[in-house]
């Protein structure tokens, strides 16, 4: 069974920097895109950003020009540096994978941004 396992969350200060990293368990056929999504506090989980097959990416506007997400060139990996973070950045942040055929999600990695 594919595992995608995130780390790099914790707490970090506005302003402040932290970089997520996504691993695979074991092979996945077919990847259309990789991505990094977060669940708020009493909100709904929202897309961050994505990558696809063809190196295409993706933002949602509340973190462009902060966040960058990238993969490895065997797909083994995407990570999201995450720059100026914002107390709004706070949240749980999934990563995703999506294919032809099932989609993939990981367990969460919390972020805190606070002082």
């Known amino acids: 069974q594919v595992q995608l396992v995130e780390s790099g969350g914790g707490l970090v200060q506005p302003g402040g920097s932290l970089r997520l990293s996504c691993a695979r368990s074991s092979t996945i056929f077919g990847i259309n895109t990789m991505g990094w999504y977060r669940q708020g506090p009493g909100k709904e989980r929202e897309l961050v950003a994505t990558?696809?097959?063809?190196?295409?990416?993706n933002y949602a506007d509340s973190v462009k020009g902060r966040f960058t997400i990238s993969r490895d060139n065997a797909w083994k990996t995407v990570d999201l540096q995450m720059n100026s973070l914002k107390p709004e950045d706070t949240a749980v942040y999934f990563c995703n994978v999506r294919t032809w055929g099932p989609e993939y999600w990981g367990q969460g990695t919390r972020v805190t941004v606070s002082s």
């Open positions: 990558i696809t097959s063809g190196g295409s990416t």
